[in-house]
T-cell receptor, first 118, second 114 residues
Framework: GAGVSQSPRYKVAKRGQDVALRCDPISGHVSLFWYQQALGQGPEFLTYFQNEAQLDKSGLPSDRFFAERPEGSVSTLKIQRTQQEDSAVYLC????????????????FGDGTRLSIL | GENVEQHPSTLSVQEGDSAVIKCTYSDSASNYFPWYKQELGKRPQLIIDIRSNVGEKKDQRIAVTLNKTAKHFSLHITETQPEDSAVYFCAASAIGGSQGNLIFGKGTKLSVKP
């Protein structure tokens, strides 16, 4: 595809429900990042994949958050037992090379999923 | 870890004037500094970036300057137009390991009045 695609664009869930957010990165991109963006704030790092390997999950706020990228392309961010503080926009970004290479590559973002927990 | 401060939080200018947004960072290992523009409900879009081996970079009406000694970098937009109105985010990252993640400032809401 032409860019990073995320679905759904909007998700409303009741507190306690589980949700799954999908990210389709740019074809061939090695690196995939998930960020959380609260209202009026900058994006905050959640987790990083290099192909199918989750190399960094230091930004995940709790063990209710789980991410996977089983075939090294599409990624899913799952939030279990959602709470009101999980309400935010969840952004996915991809980059053509792994973050360890010399010279960081630009990260290309999707439009995000706006999650609202009632 | 890295911390990025961004100022001002809001900026209003007349069409045709210049706009300057400033950011400071704390980690001297940071060496990549992108700027993103985000319109309401849209994705952050990369508008310009600079690496630490360069002091200034320009792309048409947009320029970025970097002072590694002082650990600050700035975005300059000249001849502003109403379509420049958006939230602008600066970010910093370093090569390798967890430092490859982008650390963002809190954003500057730019309003360009016609």
């Amino acid at each position: 595809g032409a860019g990073v695609s995320q679905s759904p664009r909007y998700k409303v869930a009741k507190r306690g429900q589980d949700v799954a957010l999908r990210c389709d990165p740019i074809s061939g991109h090695v690196s995939l990042f998930w960020y959380q963006q609260a209202l009026g704030q900058g994006p905050e790092f959640l987790t990083y994949f290099q192909n199918e390997a989750q190399l960094d999950k230091s930004g995940l706020p709790s063990d209710r958050f789980f991410a996977e990228r089983p075939e090294g392309s599409v990624s899913t961010l799952k939030i279990q037992r959602t709470q009101q503080e999980d309400s935010a926009v969840y952004l996915c970004a991809s980059s053509p090379r792994d973050r360890g290479r010399s010279g960081n590559q630009p990260q290309h973002f999707g439009d995000g999923t706006r999650l609202s927990i009632l | 870890g890295e911390n990025v401060e961004q100022h001002p939080s809001t900026l209003s200018v007349q069409e045709g004037d210049s706009a300057v947004i400033k950011c400071t960072y704390s980690d001297s290992a940071s060496n990549y500094f992108p700027w993103y523009k985000q319109e309401l409900g849209k994705r952050p879009q990369l508008i310009i970036d600079i690496r630490s081996n360069v002091g200034e970079k320009k792309d048409q009406r947009i320029a970025v300057t970097l002072n590694k000694t002082a650990k600050h970098f700035s975005l300059h937009i000249t001849e502003t137009q109403p379509e420049d109105s958006a939230v602008y985010f600066c970010a910093a990252s370093a090569i390798g390991g967890s430092q490859g993640n982008l650390i963002f400032g809190k954003g500057t809401k730019l309003s360009v009045k016609p």
